[in-house]
Structures are given as structure tokens and as C-alpha cells.
């Protein structure tokens, strides 16, 4: 019987059995019985589970240094912080690695008030990189903007001058989701130019989740906007829907104020390492995003990854277990703006990028690991399933080859690489996400076990494992695969494809 490890109290040798894994997937590959790592992971998995820091880490990081947000004073404090415990749980080579923000960004007041047809306060926060009403604020009438066909709205986008801007969702998409969300930054500048004064909508102008909570978030690969965009909570903007569609004409006040800098600001990822043994030049990347956005704590987006990352580590370390291949630890910043931490990193190792195995990433909230999403790389499937097979007595969890564009994956995907996923269960993420609710308290502390361990046996396999576990696609391979998974028209949206060879030496061929 299948059992999730939901409590420290387990002995050492219930977990080491768990890690065992009898059974394989296919023929022909093997998982940890057979190609010697089952005795590294045996103890990996003890102090992983016995010997845990990882809540402790988030506790600190949450409470201690708090909202992190890339280019700030905070965010700084984080990166400082990260070093400090990479160096105290002993990893090699520690140290920050700079690059720079296209600009930088600090929210201000978010103030909002429904005049007409009744009087109260509306709840909402700035999406960031947005601008500022004038210093005395707005008012104006509230008007109805369908996402779900922004070509007709960009038609006749004059009639939303000296207006309120409501976006909704109305009738059927006429493009996909990450196509529309291209196509809302576009919106959004020519609602400026055409006078708009604030526009009401969230991430792609979805709505939010409820709980009277708003989300705030990027809207756009390193994108700013001078409009006031603004995130309400779905219960005001129901009842703004609900006036609309009677025919009503609402009224509202805005002040938004929010401060750009005058040019790029500085950031860094931090970066520390257990080298192989044998072929320490291969490296095999393991990550999560240190910053956060600025609501509350950054405690499950994306400080739970960032406290894998550390408690994986830490188990390794402790175990006395060296790998064959290096495994490389990395807290990157600037996710939240557009994978700037994970695309620099890209940039400045692409020298390397030959000898890398991939990355592995934890970036999906509160809940337990689901599926291992290799990236794209369906070639990867039959070898990584005996290890995913290996780990069933605590949990089942799925493989496919999903390449994940919202974390930092991503950029190791185009690079021809696996960016594998530790996707995750966390149904309550959507009321955490980006918003006033992202704190310690919605992390259970032996989840966030179980989701280390998992990480520090999957980075550790990958690096220890006999066979090179992948090796970098060429780029028409890699283009041809973003394509049939629908994610290459949205990266040359976004001016994401190409960007250069990445070791593979050669370039794409457009269809």
C-alpha cells in the first residue's frame, strides 16, 4: 500500500525501503536497485527526513527577511541571507552570481472607492510594473473590456478616453490563453495612448480567486506599463459585472501611486555546489526563485522552493554522500519579472552549457510533489521512470514531458536541456499566489519535508546515476518540440526565440 510520509516520526529504515522500489517501468532501464545508487540514497533520504531543516529555513526566510522583491533594498537581504546558509551547510564554491534588472520598481498607495451606484470602499493593489494616477487621483465612469476578443476592443479602443476600464471575460476565447496574455500588453498600451485612466484587471487580466484577496503579478517578459493597472478582489469586481450588465453606468475613484527608477538596478542569483567525484565538469542544476512579490511573505511563492532547494542540499551534505557529476544549487531572482535570474544564468554559463544535465525546480505552491515535467524531452520518459517508480511507496507521482513556461525551467528547456518540474498538488495555491495570504501559515512543515527529500533523491540520482542522464538537443530539435507543445509562437511574442545557439551550434529552421 501506497503512503504519503506525512510525519518526522517514521524510522530511517521505513523511508530507506520506500526509496528501494522493486518494481520497474521498462525493460532495459534502470532505477536505483540496479545501477548502484540505492545505498547513497538510503542515507540521503534518512537525513532528509529524519534531520530536516528546511522548515526552518522558510521560517527564517519568511519572517526574517520577509517580501523580496527583485531590485529592492529586501531583495538584498535575501540574497545575503542565501549565501550566509549555503556556506553553513557546507556547500563548495558559494557565491553570487550579479546581473542586472531592465528597472527597477516600488509599489505606493492603492486607493479605490465605488461613487455611484452606491458608496464604499473597492479593495485593490497595483500589478506591478504599472504606473500612477496624477498625485490627486482619478475618477471616472466604469466600462466593460471583453479579454476574450481584445481584436474588436482594439478596434475601437478611443471610446475608453477619460474611462474606467473593467476587464471581463466574455463568450468564447478567440485565442489561446498565452496569446491572449501577449495580446493584453498590447491592449494596455494603447489604452494608455488612447487615454484610458485605470484599468482593472489582474495577471492577463484574469480575475481573482476569491476570498477577498488580490493578486498581484508581471504582465509581460520584463515589461512596465504607465497605466495604473490593478488587481480587485473578485468580490468588488462581481458586483461592478453585476452593475454593468443591468446596464448601470458605475462610477469610481482611483489613486494609484507606484515609482519606477530611472534605469536598470542590480540583482544576482546565489550559487553553491557539491562537485563530483568523477566527472565534476558535468553539472547538474537544482533551483527555485528566491524572490517574491511584495503582499506578505513570499512564503509559498516561491519560499518553499527556495527551502527545498536549501533542505536538499543539506541532506546530501550531511549524508557524506558525493555524487559522481556536480550538482549546482541555485536561488535565482528576478523570476517574477520575466526568468530573468534563470535566463542570465543561461547566458553567463553558455560556455558550459555542453556539459550540463539539466535543471530541476520546485515552484508550485504549498502541496506535494504530483509529477516530474521533463521539459519537453520525451526521450528522457523510459530512463527516468524505474527512479519515479522507485519512490511509490510515498508517493505516486507521474512523469511526462511538459515543458513548464512559467518557472525557471523554461529557459533550460530552450537551451535544449531538461528543465524538469517538480510539479505540485496545492489546491490552495490560488488563494496564496501573488497575494496578501502568501505567509508561513498556509505551509504544512511536513509536506515541506517530504517535497526536499524528494528533490535532494532526484538531484542526487540524476548526478550519480552511471550514464550521463541528457545531453543538450540541437536548437531545430528543440524548436521543432516548443512548437508541438504549443509554446513557440508565445516565446517569439515575447522576443524569448531566438536567442542565440546555447552549444547547440546550429539555428532553428521556421517552418
Partial sequence: ????????????????????????????????????????????????????????????????????????????????????????????????????????????????????????????DAMGWTGSTPASGVEGEIVPVNLLDLDQELKDISRLKGKVVLVVAKGNPKKDSAMTFVQFGSFLRAAAKAGALVVIGGQGGSKASGMNLTHTGILGFDADFAIPVVSMTAEDQGQLERYVIAGLKPRARFNIQNTFTDGPVESANVVGEIRGRENPEQVFVVGAHLDSWDLSE???????????????????????????????????????????????????????????????????????????????????????????????????????????????????????????????????YKYTHHSAADALEAVKPALLTQNATLMALTAFWIADRPERFAAPWPAERTAKMLRAQGQFDFLKAFNLWPYGNLGAGETPKED
Wanted: negative net charge.
Fill in 1 to 124: 500500500m501506497r503512503k504519503l510520509l506525512a510525519s518526522l516520526g517514521m524510522s530511517v529504515l521505513s523511508f530507506s525501503l520506500a526509496c528501494a522500489g522493486l518494481a520497474r517501468a521498462n525493460e532495459g532501464f534502470k532505477g536505483p536497485d540496479e545501477d548502484g545508487t540505492k545505498p547513497a540514497l538510503i542515507k540521503i533520504a534518512g537525513e532528509g527526513m529524519m534531520n530536516s531543516h528546511a522548515f526552518q529555513y522558510l521560517t527564517e526566510l519568511s519572517d526574517n527577511v520577509g517580501a523580496r522583491l527583485t531590485g529592492t533594498p529586501e531583495a538584498q537581504k535575501a540574497i545575503d541571507w542565501g549565501i550566509a546558509k549555503m556556506r553553513a551547510i557546507g556547500l563548495e564554491n558559494v557565491h553570487a552570481e550579479k546581473w542586472q534588472l531592465w528597472r527597477g520598481w516600488k509599489r505606493g498607495i492603492a486607493d479605490a472607492e465605488l461613487l455611484s451606484p452606491m458608496r464604499h470602499k473597492l479593495h485593490v
Fill in 298 to 428: 513570499g512564503s509559498t511563492d516561491n519560499g518553499t522552493g527556495s527551502a527545498s532547494v536549501l533542505g536538499a542540499a543539506d541532506a546530501i551534505v550531511r549524508s557524506g554522500m558525493k555524487p559522481r557529476r556536480t550538482i549546482r544549487f541555485v536561488l535565482f531572482t528576478g523570476e517574477e519579472q520575466g526568468l530573468d535570474g534563470s535566463f542570465a544564468y543561461i547566458k553567463q554559463h553558455q560556455a558550459e552549457m555542453a556539459n550540463h544535465l539539466g535543471d530541476l525546480v520546485i515552484d508550485e505552491g504549498q502541496g506535494p510533489v504530483s509529477d516530474f515535467q521533463l521539459g519537453g524531452r520525451d526521450d528522457l520518459i523510459a530512463s527516468f521512470q524505474p527512479f519515479a517508480k522507485s519512490l511509490d511507496n510515498i508517493r505516486e507521482i507521474k512523469v511526462d514531458e511538459k515543458v513548464q513556461s512559467g518557472t525557471d525551467t523554461l529557459p533550460f528547456s530552450m537551451a535544449g536541456l531538461p528543465g524538469i518540474n517538480m510539479n505540485q498538488d496545492s489546491p490552495d
